[in-house]
């Protein structure tokens, strides 16, 4: 993976878990959680989903295009958005126990 993909995981990440955060306010984790929560989850995410499609390769290959560059983006946004939700979820969950 080169540096381009990654910082594009990192911050496509970053703002799938910040736009969880604005959406479900009950689930926020503030904006430093929804931040750092994104950025894993981008970067997770952004890998796993992108492998299960068989695009990492492709992408290793062909490098960067504007097709690879739209599927990098919403594979590490849904990440970030999933983690992101994922612990909201958790957090919440274990505060009424």
């Known amino acids: 993976?080169?540096?381009?993909?990654?910082?594009?995981q990192l911050a496509a990440g970053s703002l799938?878990?910040?736009?969880?955060?604005r959406a479900l306010p009950g689930l926020s984790l503030g904006l430093s959680g929804n931040l750092l929560t994104g950025l894993v989850g981008g970067?997770?995410?952004?890998?796993?989903?992108?492998?299960?499609?068989?695009?990492?390769q492709q992408l290793a290959v062909q490098g960067m295009d504007a097709a690879a560059f739209v599927a990098q983006v919403?594979?590490?946004?849904v990440g970030g958005a999933a983690v992101t939700l994922a612990i909201?979820?958790?957090r919440r969950g274990l505060a009424r126990i």
């Open 43 to 56: 970067l997770l995410g952004g890998s796993i989903i992108l492998s299960a499609l068989g695009l990492m």
């Open 1 to 8: 993976m080169d540096m381009l993909a990654l910082a594009i």
């Open 16 to 21: 799938g878990g910040f736009l969880v955060g």
């Open 74 to 77: 919403s594979a590490s946004g």
């Open 88 to 90: 909201g979820l958790l």
